[in-house]
C-alpha cells in the first residue's frame, strides 16, 4: 500500500514538474491530462439562460427538501 | 424565567440565538456572548478576497439586531465554563472578560439555566510555522482577512500586467485541515479574475490540499449523478481545475512556510517544496481553548472538551477503525454527556471521528482533511438545539423532539467560479446525508438521488441569491423565520 503511494506520488510530482512547462500542451500521463474538459456545446449549456433558468429552480428546490428532510 | 446563554455568534449562536428568543418571548432571557462586534456571512469573504464584495456587503453590527429582538448581548471573550456552580454561585456559570466598550478588560460571571456553546473554530495558524496573514500567507476565513487577501493579490495582479509572472498556491495549509470547499473556491475565482484581466499566461495557479484524492471535501469524497454516468466528485473536481487552468498537488501536508516557498510531506512521507508568489492556506481548526471547573474549582476540561479543545455531546467516541465507523456514531441533539443542561452548536462540537478515511505517512505525519461542520449544517444544528432548548424550557421535560444528525441531513455546496449575471458561474454539489451511511445506501454511501453536481449561470445566481437571503435573515428582518438554514 505504502509503495503504492510511493509510486503514485513520484509520478505526480515528475508530472507536474512536467506540466508546468506549459499548460495549452497535453503531456502525457501527467495528472493533468487524465482530467476531462467539457465540450463548446457543454459550455454553452453552461450559460444557456432557458436551462440554467430552469436549472435555477431546480436546484432551489431540491435543496430546500433535502434541508427540510434533514432534520425534525 | 429561564436563562439561555449563548456563546458565539457566527452562523450557528446567531441563529440559536434569533430562534431560542422567538420560541421563549419576553417571559425568559436569552444572552449572546461573543468577542466580535459584526456578523460576518462567511461564504461571500471568497468574494471579498477577489474585490468584488467590500466588508461592509459581507457583515453588519450584531448590537442593533440583539437589541431589536430583546437579546443581551456582552462583547466579551468566554474564558471558562463552571457547569456546577462553586461556592459564590449556585447555578453554572460562565467567567468571561469583556473586549470592547466602557468595561473593556473587566470580568464578570453569567450565569445561566441552559448553555449553548457556538464558539465556532479557533483558527490555529501557529500550527503551522510561517502560516497566516501576520506572516507569509493569506486566508479568506474572515472579512479582514478575506480584505487583506485582496489588497496582497491586488500587488501579483499588477506585476502582471507589468509583465512579471506570478505563481499562485491555494489550498490547505495544514496536514489536518478542513473547509477545502472554501479555498477550492478561492483558486476557481482568482482564476476567473486572472483570465478576465487577459493575464492567463503569466499565471501559474496551483491548488494544494491534503485530500487522498481531489473532490474529498473532508466528507470521504461523493458520487455524484451525471450526463448519464454515477461519477466519483474526484473526476468532477478535477475537470473543473483544469477547465480553469489550475494544477494540482495531492496528499500533501503542509508543515511549514517561509516569505517565497512552502514546505509540505505527501503520504509517502517524502518533503517537497513550492515556491510561490501569492499563497492562501487554510489553517487548521481548533477549539477556542475554553476550561472547564466543577464546584470545587477543579479542572474537568478533559471531561467537557475532547482533546482538539470541541466540546463533546451525544456521539459514540470510542475509537475504532475507519472499517467500523457507523452513521449512529454521529450525535442527533448535540447534548454534553456530563451536563444536561450544556450542549454545543455548530463547529464546537467534537465529531466522533473524521469522515474521509485517516491517512499516515511512512513518517507518521497524519495527512487527511478533518470533517467540515460549516454553513447549513451549523445553521440547522443551531436551530434544532434552540428548538430543544426552547420546549425544555417550556414543558419542564427533559425530551427532546428536534434531532438533526449529520448523518441524516443534507447539505449544498456551492463553489462560486466567477462573478457576473451573465459570466459568473458555480459548481452545485448536493450530498444527503452529510455523513456517508454505508448500512443504509451499500452502493454509493448517499443517497444517490439526492446527489447533484452540475456547474452553470444558475449556481451562481443561487449563490448570490443566498448571500442576500441569509444576510436578510441574519438582520432578523420581517418573516426572517420562513427562510430555512
Redesign the interface.
Known amino acids: 500500500m505504502?509503495q503504492n503511494?510511493?509510486i503514485?506520488?513520484?509520478n505526480?510530482?515528475k508530472n507536474?514538474r512536467l506540466?508546468?512547462k506549459s499548460?495549452e500542451k497535453t503531456i502525457p500521463y501527467s495528472?493533468?491530462s487524465?482530467?476531462?474538459?467539457?465540450t463548446k456545446f457543454v459550455r454553452f449549456?453552461?450559460?444557456c439562460?432557458s436551462?440554467?433558468?430552469?436549472?435555477?429552480f431546480h436546484?432551489?428546490l431540491?435543496?430546500?427538501?433535502?434541508?427540510?428532510?434533514?432534520?425534525? | 424565567m429561564a436563562k439561555v446563554v449563548i456563546l458565539g455568534a457566527g452562523v450557528s449562536g446567531h441563529t440559536a440565538a434569533l430562534v431560542a428568543k422567538r420560541k421563549l418571548g419576553k417571559q425568559h432571557e436569552v444572552v449572546v456572548i461573543s468577542p466580535n462586534s459584526n456578523y460576518q456571512w462567511v461564504p461571500s469573504n471568497i468574494w471579498v478576497g477577489v474585490g468584488l464584495m467590500k466588508t461592509d456587503q459581507v457583515k453588519f453590527k450584531l448590537a442593533p439586531v440583539y437589541k431589536k429582538q430583546g437579546i443581551i448581548y456582552k462583547q466579551a471573550l468566554a474564558l471558562s465554563i463552571h457547569p456546577e456552580g462553586n461556592k459564590d454561585n449556585e447555578k453554572g456559570f460562565v467567567s468571561i472578560k469583556y473586549v470592547a466598550g466602557e468595561k473593556e478588560g473587566k470580568e464578570e460571571t453569567v450565569d445561566y439555566d441552559f448553555l449553548i456553546n457556538a464558539t465556532g473554530p479557533k483558527l490555529n495558524f501557529a500550527a503551522t510555522e510561517g502560516l497566516g496573514p501576520d506572516k507569509y500567507t493569506n486566508s479568506v476565513c474572515t472579512y479582514d482577512h478575506a480584505a487583506h487577501a485582496w489588497e496582497n493579490l491586488q500587488k501579483s495582479l499588477e506585476k502582471m500586467e507589468k509583465g512579471e509572472k506570478q505563481t499562485f498556491l491555494i489550498g490547505t495549509g495544514h496536514p489536518l485541515a478542513t473547509c477545502q470547499g472554501a479555498a477550492f473556491e478561492y483558486a476557481l475565482n482568482i482564476s476567473f479574475e486572472v483570465n478576465k484581466r487577459k493575464l492567463n499566461k503569466l499565471a501559474d495557479i496551483w491548488w494544494i490540499s491534503n485530500e487522498y484524492e481531489l473532490g474529498d471535501f473532508g466528507m470521504g469524497g461523493a458520487y455524484i449523478k451525471r450526463n448519464g454516468y454515477i461519477t466519483p466528485t474526484k473526476i468532477f473536481t478535477e475537470s473543473i481545475l483544469k477547465e480553469y487552468g489550475i494544477r494540482w498537488i495531492k496528499r500533501a501536508g503542509v508543515k511549514k512556510v517561509d516569505a517565497k516557498k512552502v514546505y509540505y510531506e505527501t503520504l509517502d512521507g517524502n518533503e517537497h517544496e513550492k515556491e510561490f508568489d501569492f499563497a492562501m492556506l487554510i489553517p487548521g481548526f481548533a477549539g477556542v481553548g475554553m476550561k472547564a471547573f466543577d464546584e470545587n474549582d477543579e479542572d474537568i476540561t478533559d471531561k467537557v472538551f475532547a482533546a482538539n479543545g470541541m466540546m463533546k455531546v451525544d456521539a459514540e467516541y470510542t475509537p475504532k477503525p475507519y472499517e467500523e465507523w457507523k452513521a449512529s456514531d454521529w450525535p442527533k441533539i448535540y447534548q454534553s454527556p456530563v451536563y444536561d443542561n450544556m450542549y454545543a452548536s455548530g463547529i464546537a462540537f467534537a465529531p466522533p471521528h473524521t469522515m474521509s478515511k485517516p491517512m499516515q505517512s511512512p513518517n507518521g505525519t497524519k495527512i487527511f482533511p478533518t470533517p467540515p461542520r460549516t454553513g447549513m449544517p451549523s445553521g440547522v444544528i443551531g436551530r434544532i438545539v434552540a428548538a430543544n432548548v426552547a420546549h425544555r424550557i417550556k414543558t419542564g421535560k427533559k425530551d427532546h423532539p428536534h434531532e438533526a444528525s449529520m448523518a441524516k441531513m443534507g447539505a449544498a455546496c456551492i463553489v462560486s467560479a466567477g462573478y457576473g449575471l451573465i459570466k459568473g458561474q458555480a459548481a452545485v454539489m448536493t450530498v444527503n446525508p452529510i455523513v456517508q451511511d454505508w448500512e443504509k445506501y451499500p452502493k454509493w454511501g448517499r443517497n444517490i438521488k439526492d446527489t447533484v453536481g452540475v456547474v452553470g449561470s444558475a449556481g451562481h445566481w443561487m449563490k448570490l441569491f443566498m448571500h442576500y437571503m441569509f444576510m436578510y435573515k441574519a438582520k432578523a428582518k420581517a418573516f426572517w423565520w420562513v427562510i430555512p438554514e
Open positions: 505504502i503511494f510511493k503514485n506520488i513520484d505526480n510530482q507536474i506540466m508546468a499548460k495528472n493533468y487524465y482530467a476531462t474538459e467539457p449549456l453552461r450559460v439562460f436551462k440554467q433558468l430552469f436549472h435555477f436546484l432551489n431540491k435543496i430546500m427538501k433535502i434541508v427540510v428532510r434533514g432534520h425534525s
